[in-house]
């Protein structure tokens, strides 16, 4: 049986070859991580990751210039928080699903899902960041003769920073989480092993995964936050109170 | 196949000629999103409104806040069927590991950063901690315990949608499950579960008007654990 699925093609692992671990699918088997790592597991990260970092870029490009434009205007920030608040309520799963008639069951698919539930976070953060920006303070860098895009380069972005760091990760931690659904669309990203290990309920694969998936987050959040006290070093003067 | 529009239409078609079925997932999916938000807000109102009218222990609500944006409802679906055979258990947990996060943190930061003076001011009239809790400390979070429900109504109902691949039922049953339904059903179930959620959105936004003190109302509170008020302890829970 083993024999005539095997011939057939790799779809099944062979589990002739594999430890008694793995066949008796105990809790964790420490060889199979082993044993996949390079040809399982690190690929599925990395794509992961790329398929995050893509969404968080694209999604903040355009979050920071809609951020821009309602900075001043009302009549820009209400429509296109209302249109990011409601796109992020729309189930995930659903989602990939009705893109796909329209770009197919390609990586597009999966990005223009993942920027969409960025916009929401980071653009009320970078507006929090822009508003919390005091009046006297734009009214002194003006007086002193800065222009507006100084004054946005030299004032704004360097106080709404915080704020804007704090956006970008909450957008990032939550993108890695939702990256994990891409797998129903393409076989890319740590939902791919998810789903592999569903169909035999092998749980080393399982729980192996989901540590990655969660540990991702925790990594890149911690960089975040890192690179926030590097760009920001006079809110730490503060924190000590 | 790609950007072949017309599949709406036999979607559309698909939800006429399935009404039975239809009602019953979404029926299902219902059930497994309330029993997961009301065990959630069991949970996690006790802990968050506690915890912040003691305004101590914040690092249990930043904790919680991190750990609760990072959790994948596939990692938690993963992990949960490596313990627990398939089936409602299962995902009910999952889901209410997902519900709690948003709920508690925002308890937390709406009861403790209310004026401090208030509070004195509340005890200085010789209200006890029960009134303080019930008359000033709650309809004064309320905004943000609201966002923080909502939030939470919309994690549950589109991961109940994934939970539909660890036997959770629902709307989600349809989406992945092409090989019977095809690709109008599974599109078609797509669009219902968005109307579903939008639906759940809107009475929770509802019920917030209906208890929210009057002059309260109209006040835009943002949820917390997604947006980083300038000022708040560690600018990002």
New interface residues.
Partial sequence: MTGILAASGPVIPDFGEASTCVQDNR?FCPDWVRDNWAPVLQPALLQHVKLVVIAVAIGFVLAFAAALLARRSTWFERPFDLFSA?V????????F??L?????L?VTTVEVALVSYTL??LF??IL??FR?VPADVLEAARGMGMGSFQVLRRVEIPLAL??I???V??AT??T???A??A??VIPEG??RP??L??RQ?F?TE??V??IL??GL??VA?GLLVLA?RALTPW?RIKAGS | MIADISVFGDALRFIQDNPGLLWDKVVEQLELSAAAIGVGLLVALPIGIGLGHLRRYSFVAISVANVGRALPTLAVIAVGIVFLPVGFTVVLIALVVLAVPPILTNAYVGVSEIDAETIEAARGMGMTERQILQRVELPLASPLLFAGIRTAVVFVVASATIAAIAGGGGLGDVIVNQASYGIEGVIGASILVCGLAFACDGVVAIIQRLVTPKPLRGRHAEDAMLVAEPGREGAAL
């Fill in positions: 809790l409601l992020y309520t729309i189930p995930s799963l659903a989602l699903q009705l796909v008639p329209v770009t197919g390609t929401l976070i009320r953060n929090t960041g919390s915080p704020a760091m704090a956006g990760r909450v931690v939550s890695i989480a939702l994990t659904v797998a129903f740590l939902g998810i789903f290990a569903l309920f749980n399982l729980i995964t989901a998936a969660v987050a925790l959040d926030q809110t």
